[in-house]
């Protein structure tokens, strides 16, 4: 539950928007997957660690947000290196753990309910055809799981 990963804290990246953060995310995870190479995915590490330090927020709760997928990085690896050999197995696995840890920084600076406005913020420029506030319903039933 996003609740659990939710740390109090007054600083910038707490009182940004949420729009702007799932935005600024959206954003990010697709760079973080269209620009390959070890070194930009080094230098998206480095924002993050920025970030992190900028909310306030300790290596050991951003560790919280990986611990319950480890095993899933574990196989992921152990997939990868069977399949495509260490250094793509090193790489899949050092950019999912880049997009858990921007994800998790939303997560963290953000309550549940001001995602859902910040959900609903952003699809009030969607179509009209498009349920807003059923998508944002079925994500507040997905973040209380």
Not at 4 to 27: M, N, Q
Not at 82 to 108: C, E, H, K, N, P
Request: charged share 10%; no cysteine.
């Amino acid at each position: 539950m996003i609740s659990d990963l939710y740390i109090t804290r007054d600083s910038y990246v707490h009182r940004t928007s949420p729009g702007r953060k799932i935005v600024a995310l959206a954003a990010f995870s697709t760079l973080v997957f269209l620009v390959p190479g070890w070194l930009p995915l080094a230098g998206a590490m480095a924002v993050l660690v920025g970030i992190h330090a900028l909310a306030g927020i300790t290596v050991s709760q951003a560790y919280r947000s990986i611990r319950p997928i480890l095993w899933l990085l574990s196989a992921i690896f152990a997939t990868q290196l069977f399949l495509s050999g260490v250094d793509t197995a090193s790489f899949v696995t050092a950019r999912l753990v880049v997009l858990v840890l921007a994800a998790s920084i939303v997560t963290m600076t953000t309550k549940t309910s001001e995602f859902v406005e910040g959900i609903l913020a952003i699809l009030q420029r969607a179509p009209r055809w498009v349920p807003a506030d059923q998508i944002a319903l079925a994500v507040s039933l997905t973040l209380r799981l």
